[in-house]
């Protein structure tokens, strides 16, 4: 069981735009800076969003990140099929003392 | 370029030892925290250990605690996990990544970029 919590699985299709959520509490999401990681299958996860909403080096702006309370979002538009992949939040902890990560979720693009 | 390379995995039996490394490159190594982060096969992302610039903060995951050890060379450019204890479930591609704050302390979670991994297996 993850830290944070993501939903396993969202799609849509070319064009659309889709949201993934990523829940957490006061001692991580609440008061810490949120990264999303894409990691397309058989490669190393990449940092796609840094700071909640800073997107990394060569990260189209079709990608967006926000916070709000103990939860973070990742918002993508304009669906590309090259947008198949997992995505992960994370985030650091102060209870545990270390960084953890949402589940991931599966996009898929149809 | 920043590149990060590791070695060290392989099939091992449960209760051994195994030592993983990173070659870092493309940057000045002790300007930045470096951590371990894996992946059991099908399975999410999990944070392993962290150290600041010059060893003298270390973290560690629970799962880990007591088991496992990181430790750098920054004369080598090379970060280790010396893991001990083995079990079945530290079955995971493991990955070096370069922490992405600078100043080489703990706090974040943002890690940029990584390596692409090292396989360890345990297994009898």
């Known amino acids: 069981q993850s830290v944070l919590t993501q939903p396993p699985s969202a799609s849509g299709t070319p064009g659309q735009s889709v949201t993934i959520s990523c829940s957490g509490s006061?001692?991580?999401?609440?008061?810490?800076?949120v990264y999303w990681y894409q990691q397309i299958s058989g490669t190393a996860p990449k940092l796609l969003i840094y700071?909640?909403?800073q997107r990394s080096s060569g990260v189209p702006d079709r990608f967006s990140g926000s916070r709000s309370g103990t939860s973070a979002s990742l918002a993508i538009s304009g669906l590309r099929s090259e947008d198949e992949a997992d995505y992960f939040c994370a985030a650091w902890d102060d209870s545990l003392s270390g960084p953890v990560f949402g589940g991931g979720t599966k996009l898929s693009v149809l | 370029e920043v590149q990060l390379v590791e070695s060290g995995g392989g099939l091992v039996q449960p209760g051994r030892s195994l030592r993983l490394s990173c070659a870092a490159s493309?940057?000045?190594?002790?300007?930045?925290?470096m951590h371990w982060v894996r992946q059991a096969p099908g399975k999410g992302l999990e944070w392993v250990s962290g150290i600041n610039w010059n060893g003298g903060s270390t973290g560690y995951a629970d799962s880990v605690k007591g088991r496992f050890t990181i430790s750098r060379d920054n004369a080598k450019n090379s970060l280790y996990l010396q893991m001990t204890s083995l079990r079945a479930e530290d079955t995971a591609l493991y990955y070096c990544?370069?922490?992405?704050?600078?100043?080489?302390?703990?706090?974040?979670?943002?890690?940029?970029?990584w390596g692409q991994g090292t396989l360890v297996t345990v297994s009898s």
């Open positions: 700071r909640i909403n």
């Open positions: 493309g940057f000045t190594f002790d300007d930045y925290a």
């Open positions: 990544a370069k922490d992405v704050n600078y100043g080489g302390t703990l706090g974040v979670a943002g890690f940029d970029p």
């Open positions: 006061g001692s991580n999401i609440g008061s810490h800076y």
